[in-house]
């Protein structure tokens, strides 16, 4: 069975860093790209960050853009975001998604477009 699990999530002050992972297995890693997504109690799901299977383009929302980045080894079917200067408006449930075909990126912000989602990571930045 095909199994998405994000790890690497907590709670950290406002101005610090946390890198969450996502492990995929069942699956062809490189056959998908990748995306997160995060969502805040009362708030819609929203797109954060994408990757093409390659790794080579990558797309950030602007609200953290020059603050997240995203990247993937293929070689250990695993996804991974980079946060850093974090802010309370950061705090949510983070979920990792996977879409089909590896060259995908039109829409990745419409959660219709993802294939395979993890269960979710949460993320909390007190001030």
């Known amino acids: 069975q095909v199994q998405v699990v994000e790890s690497g999530g907590g709670l950290v002050q406002a101005g610090g860093s946390l890198r969450l992972s996502c492990t995929a297995s069942g699956l062809t890693f490189a056959n998908y790209a990748m995306g997160w997504f995060r969502q805040a109690p009362g708030k819609e799901r929203e797109g954060v960050s994408f990757?093409?299977?390659?790794?080579?383009?990558?797309y950030y929302a602007d609200s953290v853009k020059g603050r997240f980045t995203i990247s993937r080894d293929n070689a250990k079917n695993t996804l991974y975001l980079q946060m850093s200067g974090l802010e309370p408006e950061d705090t949510a449930m983070y979920y990792c998604?996977?879409?089909?075909?590896?060259?995908?990126?039109?829409?990745?912000?419409?959660?219709?477009?993802?294939?395979?989602w993890g269960q979710g990571i949460q993320v909390t930045v007190s001030a």
């Open positions: 990757i093409k299977w390659s790794g080579g383009s990558t």
């Open positions: 998604a996977a879409y089909y075909p590896p060259d995908y990126c039109s829409n990745w912000r419409e959660v219709s477009r993802v294939h395979y």
